[in-house]
Structures are given as C-alpha cells and as structure tokens.
C-alpha cells in the first residue's frame, strides 16, 4: 500500500470517527487537533543517542516508565523522548517525567505528520509499547534506517486474526521490527508468525510488574479521602477502571455498610456515573455528601489518583471486566496489598491474570461484590489473597531491566 493510498484510507476513517463523536459528545475530538506532528524545540537532557519511547495512552504510559530509568541508567545513557497518543496518556506523561525528560505527542498516521514528527524529534532509536505499530510512521522510519523496536509486546488473539487478514501487510510491518520483547511465550510465538525475523523475539515479560512497585505517597491518599468524605472506620472498596455497564451491577451488590469509590476509566464517562446516585460527592469538588445512598457511593473524575485511592481500600474491583472490554490492570492493586477481584473478561491482561490466579492472589468472578462481602466477612481470606499478589509480584518482576538491555544492546 503505498503512502498515498494510506493516507486516504486513513482520512476516511478519521471523518467517520469524528462523525461518532460528534454524535455522541456534541463536540468534535481535540485529540486529533493536537497531533499534526508538531513538536517545537526539543531540549537535549543527556549526550547519548536520542530514543523515542511511546505508549499509547495511561496505561502504557505508567507501564514504561521503569524501562526509561533503567534504559537511561544502561550505556551509552541516551537521551529518552516520551510520547503518548491520547490526551490522558500525554498528560500523565507530562507529570511522570516533568523536569527530567521532554514529552510529546504522537502524530496520527498521514506520512506528513509521521515525516513533520520524526523531523522534530529527531530519534536514532524508536521503542514502542504494547502494539502501536502504524503504517506510515513504520515506513518513515524505515527510509531514514531508524530501528524500531517494541518492549512489552503484546498480540492477543483478536489482534493476531486481523493482522492475519491483511497478512502482505503485516509482514511488511513486522519484518521491520529490530527487536521485540514479548509479555509471554505465546505473544512470541504470534509476532514470529506475523513476520518479525527469527532472532529478533524474546519473551521478556510484563514490563506492568515493575512499574507496579511504585507506591504512591501516602498523603496523597489521605488527602483524596479528606476531600471526599469517606469514613476510614467503615470498610472502603474501589472499583477502578470501570467501564459502561458496570458500575449498576456494583451499585446493586454493595454490601450494607460499605463505601465505594467508583473511577470509570474514561473522562467522558465521569458525568453520566454521577447520575447514578444523585448527590454523590466527586474528587472535582461537585456532588454532596448525601443522595439515596447517605454517602456511601463516592466519584472519583481525576487523571492519576487512582493509586492512591487502592491505597485508601480494603478491596479493590478491576474493571473493564464484567463484559468484553479487554480488562484492566491488577497489579496496581495487588502490590499495594490489597485482595482484588476481576471480571471473566480480561484478555487484555491475561497472563498476568493467570500467573496472580495460580498464586491465588486474584480472584476471578462474575459477582464481585459477593467475593468482597466474603473477604469483609473473613478478613483471613482476603489477607491469604493480599499475600499470594505479593509473593506472584516479586517473582515476576525484572522485565523493565531486561527489556532495557536489550534495546541498549542494539545501540
């Protein structure tokens, strides 16, 4: 496909996007205004070679910031460039890495952007987290001989079956790739099958078991319950991440006495929650303390507080999960030592689910507030499954430092 034809395609469907949102929101989507490839003066932090590393959104964002220190601490101690795609993902960039390392935004994929960016930000090595590969920014770095390499690579079933479909394309995209550091033997095995040379896969690990050990600051937490009202004699859940759909069948299971903090992963999404117990009091200082509920049901609409709010928990929720939407990550959770309970849909984490469910250290369920009032009930249980976590962490942990390696290695 050559550039030209990418670039319409792409056109298409960004019209068809913003259309959607129109629809939906009323507005048009200002993330696409912001990523036209402009990036201004760049400073240079350090006097190694420069490497781009990008992770889409929070997650991923949260996910790399391990791998930058220990790639920065690795020779010859380059000078790292963060970019995020969505605004979310680019704000928590800017707060984790303030100061010590500039921040950009990812272009979208018309070759003029992919070309207006590279030009800025001028990288000798790119690294990309997950799965963001994009057509035209793999081709651009292509003909400037830039590697490209992924870290925390990550092919589910779903994804590996569409790249199967455009299979030309795919092999063109992933022969490209210098080096991939896979989550699990099986994403190895899928990238190996899509075109990237024998050699060039390992299977590193979670880079989300590193970043996991972060602890947030305490008080930080105390401040989010201050400001919230919740009673820190009474038991507290968090359900985080949540995502359409779930936050009635908690609503509706919550055990009589206990609090609930409800974090639904997406901004837009933070009105239509509060709706559903009016007067709920919410960390932007809207709401009151009291509606159907006396206050039990708490909003929490912030970027970036969520760790502190699991370190306020007696147990924690995983969203994302109660119905097909990928899941979210446990290990925030789990290493703050807190027993947590997921739903049946978590592909988009699955062999960290796995490897914390053979420890017993996650819960999976289809009716996690039953699970949460048996842990309420016998605290012992919930303790047993705080610690299997923590024990599956630590034997884990390790990939941000092998992932570094290997893409120092290729310098």
């Known amino acids: 496909m050559t550039g030209l034809f990418r670039d319409l395609a792409l056109a298409l469907g960004l019209v068809v996007y913003a259309a959607r949102k129109r629809l939906r929101t009323g507005g048009w989507n200002a993330e696409v205004r912001g990523r036209t490839g402009s990036v201004g003066a760049l400073r240079r932090r350090r006097p190694g070679p420069r490497i781009l590393v990008h992770g889409v959104s929070v997650g991923e964002t949260h996910a790399l910031e391990p791998f930058v220190e220990a790639l920065e601490a690795s020779p010859p101690a380059p000078d790292v460039v963060v970019s995020a795609s969505t605004a979310t993902g680019f704000e928590r960039a800017r707060r984790i890495h303030a100061g010590r390392r500039e921040v950009v935004r990812f272009p979208l994929d018309f070759t003029w952007m992919a070309a207006r960016f590279l030009d800025g930000v001028r990288p000798e090595m790119v690294v990309l987290a997950e799965l963001e590969l994009w057509p035209s920014f793999l081709a651009e770095c292509a003909r400037r001989r830039i590697p490209v390499c992924v870290v925390n690579g ?14 030309p394309l795919a092999r063109r995209m992933f022969g490209r790739l210098a080096w991939v550091s896979a989550q699990t033997a099986a994403y ?32 930080e937490a105390e401040a989010l319950a201050a400001a919230l009202g919740i009673d820190r004699g009474r038991p507290f859940v968090v359900a985080g991440s949540t995502g359409p759909g779930e936050e009635e069948v908690l609503l509706r299971g919550l055990p009589e006495g206990c609090q609930l903090l409800l974090a639904p992963r997406s901004p837009e999404r933070w009105d239509e929650v509060a709706r559903l117990v009016p007067g709920m009091p919410r960390r932007s200082g809207g709401g009151g303390t009291g509606g159907r509920d006396g206050g039990r049901v708490f909003l929490l609409d912030t ?44 592909e988009n984490f699955a062999g960290v689910v796995a490897e914390l469910v053979a420890a017993g250290g996650l819960v999976v369920s289809e009716d996690p507030m039953a699970v949460i009032a048996g842990w309420l009930e016998d605290p012992g249980a919930a303790l047993a499954v705080a610690a299997g976590g923590r024990g599956a962490l630590e034997r884990n942990r390790g990939g941000a430092e092998r992932a570094a390696a290997g893409v120092a290695g290729l310098l």
Not at 154 to 167: D, F, I, P, T, V
Not at 196 to 218: C, F, H, I, Q, T
Not at 313 to 339: H, I, Q, T, W, Y
């Open 303 to 346: 970027i970036g507080e969520l760790p502190a709010a699991y370190l306020l928990a007696d147990a924690v929720f995983v969203g994302r999960s109660l119905l097909p939407m990928g899941g979210s990550n446990p290990l925030e959770a789990v290493a703050l030592g807190k027993p947590a309970v997921i739903g049946p849909h978590h």
């Open 154 to 167: 990550r092919l589910s079933a779903r994804s590996y079956r569409g790249y199967r479909r455009w299979r």
């Open 188 to 219: 190895r095995d899928r990238f190996l099958a899509l075109g990237v040379p024998a050699g060039r896969v390992v299977a590193g690990g979670s880079l989300k078991w590193d970043a996991a050990l972060k602890v947030p600051d305490a008080k």
